[in-house]
């Protein structure tokens, strides 16, 4: 029995080597779990249901096939594919979860999330964040023709990328916030997480304010590693856990 998590994959026609380890991994051991959870950023950028290019649909096409395998497949949309919706969870059997969203892993109550919102010092992205994701603007967006939105997508991509290594303090400003995370502990009454995101892969231990119930008492939060440089998959069984990489295929 084993619940896979994975998150910000960044799949794109322009790095085969990610989207070969992806499919090897939803042909392999993905139809061998009770459960397989992306959390946000499956692809570079998601620019509305009806863009369906062949590297699109051949990605759509892989998940389904998991889904008919007998294993469900959840998926929370992320910074970098927040479009993604109806259309391509009817045609993938995928099942699309808002964030956050708790759910009963073998027991436990965990909450889910992709994790940008725990990034509370990058205050630039926040409001940004905040804008993008309004719905009257986001039902105006998909409006937009496919050739324009497709524009937009690639001056995004083009701004965000970094000329030069991050600082210590760039790092800092987009991890999770130890106030933030304790809100959403709190928030959601649970002593588990899992979010992906800050690109950060780790497993943290958060202690928590005593009660009258417990004292030191303590919140578990792991993070999802990213597939630049290599795969990051987290196996989750009743007894135990293992955040683990796999190398990118030549």
Not at 68 to 83: I, Q
Not at 103 to 122: K, M, Q
Not at 217 to 234: F, H, P
Request: glycine share 6%; proline share 4%; hydrophobic share 40%.
């Amino acid at each position: 029995m084993i619940t896979r998590f994975i998150s910000d994959l960044h799949l794109s026609q322009s790095r085969p080597d990610i989207t070969g380890l992806f499919t090897d991994f939803l042909r392999g051991e993905a139809r061998e779990s009770d459960a397989l959870y992306i959390l946000g950023d499956l692809f570079d950028y998601w620019i509305g249901d009806d863009d369906l290019t062949q590297f699109h649909r051949h990605i759509m096409t892989e998940l389904r096939l998991v889904v008919e395998s007998g294993v469900p497949v959840y998926f929370m949309a992320g910074n970098r594919d927040f479009l993604v919706g109806d259309g391509f969870a009817q045609v993938t059997g995928v099942q699309i979860l808002n964030d956050p969203t708790v759910i009963d892993l073998y027991g436990t109550p965990t909450l889910l999330l992709h994790g940008d919102t725990l990034c509370t010092d990058d205050i630039g992205y926040q409001r940004f964040r905040k804008i993008i994701r309004n719905p009257l603007l986001l039902a105006i967006a998909k409006r937009f023709p496919l050739s324009w939105r497709r524009g937009i997508a690639n001056k995004l991509r083009a701004g965000s990328k970094s000329k030069q290594p991050l600082t210590e303090q760039q790092l800092k400003a987009m991890d999770a916030t130890d106030t933030a995370v304790l809100k959403a502990f709190k928030r959601h009454n649970v002593t588990q997480m899992i979010h992906g995101h800050t690109h950060q892969p780790d497993v943290h231990e958060h202690p928590l304010p005593a009660d009258d119930s417990e004292d030191n008492k303590v919140a578990l939060r792991i993070v999802l590693g990213d597939w630049y440089e290599q795969g990051s998959i987290l196996e989750f069984t009743v007894d135990t856990f293992l955040l683990r990489e796999e190398s990118l295929k030549d």
